[in-house]
DNA sequence: CTAGGTGCAAATAATTTGCAGAGGC
DNA sequence: GCCTCTGCAAATTATTTGCACCTAG
């Protein structure tokens, strides 16, 4: 691994805080401030307890290192880089801890802040209990820095595919049962759109799997429930004929939405690297397309409100 | 108010830990050892603070008080009498907390939890962020430990409310539509017990309100989204003229099951009250419900097994 | 009478700070 | 040369413990 691109803002660059950082960076798991003195002493005894709990407030600050607090009367430092904030299952009994990331319950915390009129800035969740191993004796396939990244993409492209294929299969169905000639049209190219997003996910998503041959079998780290079938399923599945085409074009719109959100709030958090840029461009296309089927919805209400409307 | 039911396991009762507990009830907030050895010593001066730290302790080890950590180096401690577990927003500039409770995302929690086979035992959720009194200077009406048990019995009893009200719906509704003789008179059945349930939750909810006038503008403090319209408000409108009598059951099944789940959990939470007793047995009786369901559904899949199937 | 509770002072434990000297730019 | 980093030891903060003494049951 190269970190040369690291130490950022401000701060002198010096031989010491250069060993503490590598042995840092190099360290799985989230390490207490302790535990890397003790790793440094071993490399060089000539560093001060002092210059590692400052070289660790001067990580925290420059973004390199996160500070993660279990509760234990000590703080514990894991590295930022190439790794998002998530949410930490913490064991109880042999006291390491698994992370993951849920954008369900993202979204529903979002909600409850706005109801409550609460500007959130960060979110801790942390659920203690038992972990597979010290329960059963039988270890997992471990989630370790190294693998974070990877599957972090690997998960969100998952749900990318799904949800590409969800709005194809919408479209394609939309497009054939409304019975306007402009919403045809509009359908017809969103069908297209996502025809195309879904071989570029779907090449990233191998090149992906070629660079780990183990990362299928790793375990989820983001969970999106309202993807597991994709976010359009729903809608499609409400799709039938005589289906009054102003109703096709808001589940649309609603399905687009939810998916814009997503690719936004999860490409914002990769590093800078190919993941990042996907998910960004796709969140701006999911808006262009609700932006699409939105002037579409206009149009069409527009030219129904000139003849009688229709109780169904 | 009256403690004397309390200072249960173990335990000599001592007037000086008398006094440090009443103190400690009497406040709203989450206090430090620190705040509350201050407020011990302007009763009394003689008490020292590590009895207020083995007092502390105590009170954790009985259940009456709970440790909160928000990160700040130091633990504060909350009382657990008539108050249930929950979750905290944090406000960064005035460090007060406010607390809220969210069906849905412990719901998610779990799930996340049993995929990664990690037996949870305690989640922690603090969401840090600015408050709207530090945000705008409007203060809004506070959820202070006096509240909290009515607050929360007022949520629950809304949320039972609105499912119980979107049961009557669905099953009148799908007695309506059923062809199946016996599936009627299942669907009638379960429409009469849910507007018995209805009538009773709606008397406990005047009674809830003439004890507290305000209680109705104070803000929500357990969020459920799937019953905001009813739990079955989706499914009564999934029933149309033509339906599957046996979808109709299987909307049933898990509308009861969900609403089961929803009413064991927060009526496990409630301390021993009036709260309690009718959360539990709504509890026991949507089980009953979907047992009769269930037992329809057998039925009649077996009767229709014997007639040629037809395809919609 | 005796297990626990209590005050006080001293001990721990994690982390910070003062200060004199060393090192990067 | 100046400003920051660093080591060391001392200070700070939250919490615990040892011990002689007290008190409820």
């Known amino acids: 691994m190269d970190y040369s691109g690291l130490r950022p803002a401000g701060g002198k660059r010096s031989s010491k805080r250069d060993l ?31 210059t590692v709990y400052r070289t660790l407030q001067w990580m925290v600050e420059a973004g390199i290192a996160r500070k993660v607090d279990f509760g234990e009367g000590r703080s514990r430092f894991e590295p930022s880089f190439h790794h998002p904030r998530h949410f930490h299952l913490v064991c109880n009994t042999c006291h390491r801890s698994s992370e993951f990331l849920s ?45 974070t990244e990877r599957v972090f993409a690997r998960d969100a492209l998952r749900i990318a595919v ?36 879904l071989g570029t996910l779907e090449r990233r998503y191998r090149e992906l799997l070629a660079e780990d041959p183990l990362l299928e079998d790793r375990p989820t780290f983001l969970f999106f429930k309202g993807a597991a079938e994709g976010i359009f399923a729903d809608g499609t599945e409400r799709l039938r004929a005589g289906i009054d ?3 096709a074009l808001l589940i649309g719109i609603r399905c687009e939405r939810d998916s814009h959100k997503f690719f936004k709030r999860y490409g914002e958090r990769f590093e800078d690297s190919e993941g990042k840029r996907i998910f960004l461009e796709f969140a701006d296309e999911e808006r262009e397309h609700r932006d699409l089927l939105m002037a579409e919805y206009r149009s069409l209400r527009e030219r129904m409100g000139k003849r009688k409307k229709t109780k169904p």
Chains 1, 2 share one sequence.
């Open 162 to 197: 799904a949800t590409e294929r969800s709005g194809l299969a919408f479209y394609t169905r939309a497009a054939r049962l409304t019975t306007d000639a402009r919403g045809r049209d509009v359908f017809r190219k969103l069908a297209e759109d996502e025809q195309a997003h």
């Open 20 to 50: 503490i950082l590598n042995l840092f960076l190099q360290q799985k798991g989230h390490l207490s401030a302790d535990d890397l003195y003790d790793l440094v002493r071993r490399e060089e005894t000539g560093i001060g307890r002092a």
């Open 103 to 147: 954008s369900d319950v993202e979204t529903l915390i979002e909600e409850i802040a706005a109801v409550r009129q609460f500007a959130p800035s960060q979110t801790i969740i942390q659920v203690f209990g038992t972990c597979e191993e010290c329960r059963t004796g039988h270890q997992a396939m471990p989630l370790d820095g190294e693998a």
């Open 245 to 247: 085409d102003l109703q």
